[in-house]
């Protein structure tokens, strides 16, 4: 008989590591493995392609998480490490090559501040103008933990009146929410809302929507959990207030336990063991937008009803491949 698969698992990790075969045989020995066979079983894997494999995969590995570890020390080198940057009138060259190219978060205050959307979308809109139409929205949240993943599970169709009444009176609750995934911006109806959104600032192409944008409308105290996105976002407050928690992508603390894009910790109700990542906190008004570029990390909390509209469709490239780590077992 061989070695356990938890000792062939020990072995492996010290012969990584660098320990000498001698010193890993004598210690199996010493825990009553037969000394001639904890020698072969240890040569064996020694000399094993696995190994060999494995020990190339360690060294990147390594690398990459040099890489990962620099970026995160410089995040926190910053004058106010904690706070995301705000710029206002800026031209859409000085944003991708500032912040869209560097993957770097930015407030752009007032952006779509004279757009007619901001002083015409309220529920009461929503309810009165356009509540004849059809909209999937997630509603009995409260009872799934996984509310998010789930949202097919908790899709209901009814008028967006219907919507918006029980918005107005839910008061605090996160157990109601019309979300991306709802994708009521591809349905016909309300692509009207695109008439009152402006497109002359040069960030976003007016020809590409379907699929690129989507619409958040909800109550005070939606709560979207940490994840991060594939492409980059351009966060638009509509209406309301909301608060982000951000994370750079080198937090790779926030990848132990991460299910798909989904962080396995709330940056809002940490535990003592949690990863301690640099957060940055940023609360916008009516009229800002938010760039979150993608692979950032980041959880969104309404301070009061809210609605948004976020594109992807932006005037530069925004297609990465992404590694996901259930397909590649
Ligand atoms: O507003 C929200 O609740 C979530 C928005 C978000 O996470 C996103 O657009 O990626």
Request: charged share 25%.
């Amino acid at each position: 008989m061989g070695l356990s698969p938890a000792w062939g698992r020990w072995v492996v990790d010290n012969l990584l590591a660098g320990a000498r075969p001698e010193v890993i045989v004598a210690r199996l020995e010493r825990e009553g493995v037969a000394g001639p066979l904890a020698a072969s079983e240890v040569s064996t894997i020694a000399r094993s392609p696995a190994l060999l494999v494995a020990r190339e995969a360690r060294v990147e590995a390594r690398r990459l998480a040099m890489l990962a570890r620099m970026q995160r020390d410089l995040q926190r080198t910053a004058a106010r490490p904690h706070k995301v940057l705000r710029a206002s009138g800026l031209s859409a060259e000085r944003f991708f090559d500032e912040y869209y190219a560097n993957n770097l978060p930015v407030v752009l205050e007032g952006f779509a501040r004279e757009w007619p959307a901001v002083s015409r979308w309220t529920p009461e809109y929503f309810r009165d103008e356009l509540g004849h139409h059809e909209v999937e929205a997630c509603v009995g949240r409260d009872r799934d933990p996984d509310y998010d993943q789930n949202f097919k599970a908790h899709t209901e169709r009814m008028t967006l009146r219907a919507f918006a009444e029980r918005v107005l009176a839910a008061g605090l609750s996160n157990d109601l929410y019309l979300i991306a995934n709802n994708r009521n911006m591809q349905r016909a109806p309300l692509r009207v809302l695109y008439d009152d959104v402006r497109w002359e600032h040069g960030l976003l192409e007016p020809d590409r929507l379907d699929g690129c944008t989507a619409l958040w409308f909800g109550p005070r105290g939606t709560y979207t959990p940490l994840h991060h996105d594939t492409t980059n976002i351009l966060f638009c407050q509509i209406y309301g207030q909301k608060r982000l928690w951000l994370a750079h992508p080198a937090e790779v603390s926030l990848q132990r336990g991460a299910r798909g894009v989904y962080a396995a910790m709330d940056p809002e109700r940490p535990k003592p063991d949690d990863p301690e990542p640099l957060w940055k906190q940023v609360e916008l008004e009516p009229g800002d937008a938010l760039f979150i570029p993608v692979g950032w990390w980041h959880s969104v909390r309404a301070l009061s009803v809210s609605i948004n509209i976020a594109f992807t469709n932006f005037t530069r490239d925004n297609f990465f491949s992404w590694f996901t780590p259930a397909a590649a077992r």
